[in-house]
């Protein structure tokens, strides 16, 4: 049996460095899962480091799932080198050591509380 | 009281031991470097004053004959040699000796301090007399001494004058900028380096995953940032990219910040003067609909811009807060453990709680159980974070090992770290002594060869020992790794074959040879020294590795050397799993093994238990094993199964299980003494409900499945022949 056929969600285990190098081909293993199963989920236990444009894919990711009524979810544990790029880009306040709460503060809705 | 002082000493005093052999063995690599002389000096010091204070007599008398031969030292009156520093060394340890005796020490202790001084006294008058037979001979004493940097974000010394100024600043780099190797996020993160700073991402014109064009930068930022530097200060952060980032400064006027009190809020008058409750007052704001969902509704601000705005207000708001606060305290690690349980405990009442409120389907109480969620993960993060320590302090006292050892097996090794600032549970980094003390003294004892033998090979006669440490993920990655021989394939082969680990004319890959060294009693040293070759200790490594959820892996090239690489969880306390069901029981596979799962009819896989099935998996062969047979559930099978594929040892296989439930955050627990002989599984965890989940050891399975393909495979060679 095939069970390919029977699949419905992807883990996509990112690991090492994720940057401009790496990006394209990420980018195109997110698009095929998208067309073959109606969850993927990114893993980033393994990732050693992130730069600016492999954030911005996984934005990029999480919009493209709402347009297509898919399902797109980060899991794992963020390594601290990963944490810091977050961080320091603003993309999160405070700790986070979890791609769960990540995804939560990343794709929060942006407006908050305003003591207008 | 005096004694919880007495405590504090002794546990300060252990520090500035473990700093002086560091100090130590550096000033045995820079002998003429004044300003570690000064540092060793600075330390005997340090010490003699406290112990002093706190009645240890002993230690007191004693630093203070040490202090007066490092006085010398630091005059120039003689130079550090190896004699010395062996001395001093010997003296750091009396020091460690003298410190867990009571404040008196006992008569060998003080002879041996006597001793200990009247050696040192010989020996720097030796040296002191040779220096001025040599007298004018001698190189000068050069003063090596490294301007320190400022520490990020603090503002001290003749600084502390100036005003802090708050700046919004803009960054919007081109969308070509990264082209040219520019991290734009090392740029904001330099500006952080200028003062206290809020950093928000303007993300607004990512477009979706089809139409990105992946290595162009989209995002901006806008930052506040308050410091004591001036706009040229910013400006010069984006020198080397003006041409492909628009940057806009401005100053904010802030005059109302500092020294005033912010106005009241409405609600805040109402409840003081008693006309209405803090309660009604959070019913009244939960109804209130915010400014800013209003104005991006209006389609007048976007919501990029309206978090930017909150950013800077609540950057400012906490620069008025600001106060002055000490910058770390010293808590025994017994209250973080406690602490930690108690997390731990509460990280299981809240999934309970979680459980619960789903059940409920009120929605109030789910909004409630939801920011508690946020809490607690937030609580356990920042516990967590308090149990990081640098692995630096475990690397500092290999150097002394490799010194020593060396000098005993007549070998001339040095040891290089790298990654000692990478941060680790401390548990972990309290079990990973052992394991990379049997590694180094391997290394050292089989892996460098003599320095003849190193010559004749065209090697430096120095080996060197590689110690590094690195983040990957949920892990981090320990290497040991040597330029000595490299491991003697045939060696291993023939003490396998030798002791039936392995059938005689088996073809085994290197890997799967090369894991046989960690088997207990393998050893294939003709002699045993007192260092290695009795078989115990590579065992110990992998056990303990294997003790803390992680592996060890091997890579050797002949005459080149070895390397070791040890991956270990980052913490002990919480992993993520996957939760599954088999039978009537629960199971945890741990998160960042998952690759995928996929569907499989109980009739396919019934029977996989007790050999590995094989099924395709996008294309590849998937070997997988019935989960029910292996852990002997007898109940009826569901028609339609799940295989977890996990990644295990380098291979994927499949773990047949009833049902995935989902993701689960878990917080081990040890199994009790009774199963520790049950293999395949390396721990509880409580279930919201109350129930008990088993957590697989998933590298464990692999393991036994091959062994067992490897006695299936040795016995059918056997058979042939």
């Known amino acids: 049996m095939d069970s390919n056929a029977v699949s419905s969600i992807k883990i996509i285990t990112w690991e090492g460095k994720i940057g401009i190098e790496r990006v394209k081909e990420l980018k195109a293993e997110l698009l095929k899962e998208f067309s073959l199963v109606r969850q993927v989920v990114v893993s980033l236990s393994l990732v050693s480091t992130i730069d600016v444009t492999g954030i911005q894919l996984l934005y990029a990711a999480h919009a493209f799932s709402l347009r297509e009524g898919k399902q797109f979810h980060l899991t794992g544990t963020v390594a601290p080198s990963v944490e810091e790029a977050f961080v320091s880009g603003g993309f999160i306040r405070g700790s986070c050591k979890e791609a769960k709460d990540l995804e939560a503060r990343l794709f929060e809705a942006s407006t908050g509380e305003a003591s207008a | 009281m005096i004694e919880q002082f007495k405590d504090a000493f002794k546990e300060e005093a252990v520090e500035l031991l473990n700093q002086l052999e560091e100090k130590l063995l550096e000033l045995e690599e820079s002998p003429l470097d004044k300003e570690i002389i000064s540092s060793v000096f600075r330390t005997m010091h340090t010490i003699k004053g406290s112990s002093a204070m706190f009645g240890f007599e002993s230690i007191s008398r004693f630093t203070h004959e040490v202090e007066s031969i490092m006085d010398s030292l630091r005059e120039g009156k003689f130079i550090a040699d190896r004699g010395l520093i062996d001395l001093t060394l010997e003296t750091r340890d009396h020091l460690r000796d003298l410190l867990n005796d009571p404040p008196k020490a006992s008569p060998e202790l003080e002879s041996a301090s006597s001793d200990l001084i009247a050696r040192f006294k010989a020996f720097t008058d030796r040296r002191i007399a040779e220096k001025r037979a040599a007298d004018g001979e001698e190189p000068e004493v050069v003063e090596v001494k490294a301007a320190k940097p400022e520490a990020a974000g603090t503002i001290q010394g003749k600084e502390e004058s100036k005003a802090v100024v708050t700046y919004r600043i803009g960054v919007q780099p081109h969308p070509t900028i990264l082209n040219n190797g520019t991290n734009p996020l090392l740029l904001v993160g330099e500006l952080a380096e200028l003062g206290d700073c809020t950093v928000t991402p303007v993300l607004g014109t990512i477009p979706l995953l089809d139409a990105i064009d992946p290595q162009s930068c989209y995002v901006g930022w806008m930052v506040v940032l308050s410091t004591t530097k001036d706009e040229n200060a910013i400006r010069d952060i984006f020198i080397f990219v003006e041409g492909d980032c628009d940057l806009k400064v401005e100053r904010i006027t802030d005059r109302d910040l500092i020294g005033d009190e912010p106005p009241k809020k409405i609600g805040q008058i109402l409840i003081e003067r008693g006309i209405t409750s803090p309660e009604k007052i959070s019913e009244a704001l939960s109804e209130q609909r915010k400014i800013g969902e209003v104005l991006v509704e209006k389609n007048v601000v976007t919501a990029d811009q309206v978090k930017s705005a909150l950013e800077e207000q609540d950057h400012l708001r906490k620069l008025h807060e600001k106060q002055d606060q000490s910058t770390s305290i010293r808590v025994g690690s017994d209250k973080l453990d406690a602490l930690v349980d108690l997390v731990g405990e509460m990280v299981t009442l809240q999934a309970r709680l979680t459980q619960t409120t789903n059940a409920f389907k009120d929605a109030q109480l789910s909004s409630i159980t939801e920011q508690f969620e946020r809490l607690v993960s937030q609580l356990r993060d920042n516990t967590m974070t308090m149990r990081m320590l640098p692995i630096g302090t475990t690397f500092s006292k290999f150097r002394r090992l490799v010194r020593d050892l060396s000098a005993d097996l007549h070998k001339e090794a040095e040891i290089v770290t790298e990654g000692a600032e990478t941060e680790l549970d401390k548990t972990v980094i309290e079990k990973l002594n052992d394991p990379l003390v049997h590694l180094i003294r391997n290394s050292l004892d089989h892996g460098i060869e003599s320095p003849e033998e190193r010559r004749a090979a065209g090697k430096d006669p120095k080996g060197t020992i590689k110690l590094s440490a690195a ?88 005459a080149k050397g070895t390397k070791f690489t040890l991956r270990i969880p980052l913490t002990l306390a919480i992993i993520e799993g996957l939760l599954v069901k088999i039978g009537d029981g629960f199971f945890v596979v741990p998160l960042q093994s998952v690759d995928g799962c996929i569907e499989i009819k109980s009739s396919e896989a019934s029977g996989a238990g007790k050999g590995r099935a094989i099924t395709s998996y996008r294309g590849d062969l998937l070997p997988y094993i019935g989960l029910r047979e292996f852990f002997n559930f007898e109940t009826t099978p569901p028609e339609i199964m799940q295989i977890v594929i996990v990644n295990a040892l380098e291979s994927r296989i499949g773990l047949v299980v009833d049902s995935v439930i989902g993701e689960y955050q878990t917080v081990i627990k040890p199994l009790g003494r009774m199963f520790h002989d049950v293999e395949g599984l390396s721990g509880a965890t409580i279930l919201g409900d109350g129930t008990v989940a088993l957590i697989m050891d998933v590298n464990r399975l692999a393991v036994m499945k091959n062994r067992e393909e490897i006695h299936t495979r040795s016995i059918a060679t056997s058979g042939r022949g």
């Open chain 2, 471 to 558: 983040h990957a993920g949920a892990n981090v990655l320990v290497t040991v790794s040597d330029d000595g021989a490299g491991l003697n394939r045939e060696a291993i082969y023939r003490k396998a074959v030798e002791k039936g680990l392995v059938g005689a004319n088996v073809e085994i890959a290197d890997a799967e040879l090369f894991q046989l060294i960690f088997a207990a009693g393998f050893s294939t040293a003709k002699t045993v020294t007192s260092v290695s070759g009795r078989g115990v200790g590579m065992d110990v490594v992998r056990r303990e590795i294997e003790s803390l959820g992680g592996s060890v892996g091997i890579e050797t090239v002949p």
